[in-house]
């Protein structure tokens, strides 16, 4: 069993790079996917997505600690299993946004033996934000990027070739030995993804970076909103700041009569429509300073608290500093 890890800051794309590795390779994989916190959101996603693709995607999903430290006798016992009982021809571990990619690889490097051997690992780096990241969580984004052996920008849809150019001086600076895309990823011939498969990781592996400090994280589950203009207003003020400093939010819920996917990444929201409505519906939030009380209250307990729904409102008058914009109303 061969093991690539693709690692990461949160909301960089990775997720969405195994589906295209899994889909331009067309290999047997297993994933292990290694939530923030016990709430799995990418998991099921990412078992739908596969399903409507028709790739079959073995997926493991570990929350409750990052595999970089606190549960990394459980990861390690858990790869054997995987080799043991499966025995794919490759594992693909997604480690959380937060995790420490040098630390995960001196872990893995313990149970190497002849039949569990290591790939070179894969960054996903999100090229509109890895400045700010690599601003405000230096120690995990340098790691991230000085412990890979490949570098692939995503998001990067619209940038012109200097600015490029610029990132790749920007990482190549922090990461002189890795190999780094100047163009994104879904761009790249099928040799790229077949060679992601077949380069083993040489040498004794980068020297284990120091950990920052890692952000707050807060995950529910049961979440609702009365409709999709809730979910609109309600994400409205999570990128605006009313929560707290939110870098990376997701979920899926229902909204009125609709079954609703929203991401968060660095000021920016997206709502898609989620096929499963089977699933309990979840939401996660990571950031820094999060005001728990007020997203529970949003999520959990039916709180109408953006413009005249002409429905009651609980603790009407709790949250009375809030950012407005011109013509909306909002009713706390």
């Not at 999903?61 to 990052?66: A, P, R, S």
Request: aromatic share 6%.
């Amino acid at each position: 069993m061969k093991i690539l890890i693709i690692s990461g800051f949160l909301g960089a794309g990775k997720t969405t790079f195994i589906q295209e590795l899994a889909k331009r390779t067309g290999k047997d994989f297993a994933v292990m996917e290694n939530e923030y916190g016990a709430i799995d959101v990418d998991g099921s996603l990412l078992k739908q997505e596969a399903q409507e693709a028709g790739a079959d995607l073995k997926i493991w999903e570990m929350t409750e600690g990052c595999i970089c430290c606190s549960v990394k006798a459980d990861f390690a016992s858990s790869v054997l299993t995987i080799a043991n009982a499966v025995d794919p021809e490759y594992l693909v571990v997604e480690p959380t946004g937060v995790g420490m990619l040098s630390r995960i690889l001196e872990n893995l490097r313990k149970i190497q033996y002849d039949r569990i051997s290591l790939l070179q690992p894969v960054t996903v780096a999100d090229a509109k934000h890895l400045p700010r990241m690599l601003q405000d969580y230096p120690e995990i984004c340098r790691d991230q990027l000085t412990a890979a052996g490949t570098v692939v920008l995503s998001k990067c849809e619209g940038l012109d070739q200097e600015t490029l150019s610029r990132l790749s001086s920007m990482i190549r600076e922090i990461a002189p030995g890795a190999n780094i895309l100047q163009s994104h990823y879904r761009e790249q011939p099928d040799s790229f993804w077949e060679e992601l498969l077949q380069t083993p990781l040489s040498g004794s592996g980068p020297e284990k970076g120091e950990e920052g400090p890692a952000p707050e994280h807060l995950g529910l589950t049961g979440v609702r909103l009365a409709g999709e203009r809730e979910l609109v207003l309600f994400l409205t003020g999570v990128v605006s700041g009313v929560f707290g400093k939110i870098v990376r939010a997701k979920g899926y819920l229902p909204a009125g009569n609709s079954r609703l996917r929203f991401d968060v990444v660095e000021g920016q929201y997206t709502i898609t429509e989620h096929a499963s409505m089977e699933e309990a519906s979840r939401a996660v939030f990571i950031g820094e300073g999060l005001r728990r009380d007020w997203l529970r209250e949003a999520l959990l307990q039916d709180f109408y608290a953006f413009g005249d729904l002409g429905r009651p409102r609980k603790n009407q008058g709790k949250m009375k500093a809030m950012p407005r914009k011109a013509g909306e109303r909002l009713a706390f």
